[in-house]
């Protein structure tokens, strides 16, 4: 998508090794989002940003940190990779608050722990 | 607890008729809400906003409505086509700065 990459695309690790996907954008976008997608649960946020060096916490942080040391780029690290963190996860971009912005996402990275 | 709910998992139509997706929320208070559509293998893509005060927003084809009292959001789809056919997403902000909330999403196939 225009504007913001995830990278790795696809991934395949094993179970307790520490894992980092990376997202990146160019739309100079203050918030950025990270988020994972599974069968019978939808979207859920995990970490977001609201600029550099400030995060905080979504609905399913725990086993993921994140940081970001420069407003491109928004790093998610799983400390100890675990089969219930196989899943789908999209990195979002957003030029102002979620209440007057929509939401610009990546093409996802397909993790699977194995 | 907080719920939102999208109708069904799945809906079909002709080509042609008008497509209606709920989406319902169960203890939140949102200001705002958004809808999104996603095709396979791809991220979601934004469509559009609507803010508490406004009862009802459109967008060429679609037409987005808002009803705080009834915890609900319409979304629709006129005219419909082949490639109208994906997931379609409602995400809710539900307060201040805080990120978005999504609901599961609704599979949309309308066919020829």
């Known amino acids: 998508d225009a504007g913001i990459t995830q990278s790795p695309r696809h991934k395949v690790t094993e179970t307790g090794t520490p894992v980092t996907l990376r997202c990146h954008q160019t739309?100079?976008?203050?918030?950025m989002y990270w988020y994972r997608q599974d069968p019978g649960h939808g979207l859920r946020l995990i970490h977001y940003?609201?600029?550099?060096?400030?995060?905080d916490k979504g609905e399913v942080s725990d086993g993921y940190s994140v940081s970001r040391s420069k407003t491109e780029d928004f790093l998610l690290t799983l400390e100890s990779a675990t089969s219930s963190q196989t899943s789908v996860y999209f990195c979002?971009?957003?030029?102002?608050?979620?209440?007057?912005?929509?939401?610009?996402f990546g093409s996802g990275t397909r993790l699977t722990v194995v | 607890s907080q719920k939102i709910e999208q109708n069904s998992e799945a809906l079909n139509i002709q080509e042609g008729k008008t497509a209606t997706l709920t989406c319902n929320y169960t203890n939140y208070s949102p200001a705002y809400l958004q809808w999104y559509r996603q095709d396979p293998g791809r991220g979601p893509v934004f469509l559009l906003l609507?803010?508490?005060?406004?009862k009802e927003k459109r967008k060429e084809r679609l037409k987005v409505t808002f009803d705080t009292t009834l915890k609900q959001s319409l979304f629709h789809i006129t005219a419909s086509q082949p490639a109208d056919s994906a997931t379609y997403l409602c995400?809710?902000?539900?307060?201040?700065?805080?990120?978005?909330?999504f609901g599961k999403g609704t599979r949309l196939s309308v066919i020829a």
């Open positions: 995400a809710l902000v539900n307060s201040g700065n805080t990120p978005l909330v």
């Open positions: 940003s609201y600029g550099v060096k400030d995060t």
């Open positions: 609507i803010r508490e005060n406004e």
């Open positions: 979002a971009i957003s030029d102002g608050t979620s209440a007057n912005y929509g939401y610009t």
């Open positions: 739309e100079n976008h203050r918030y």
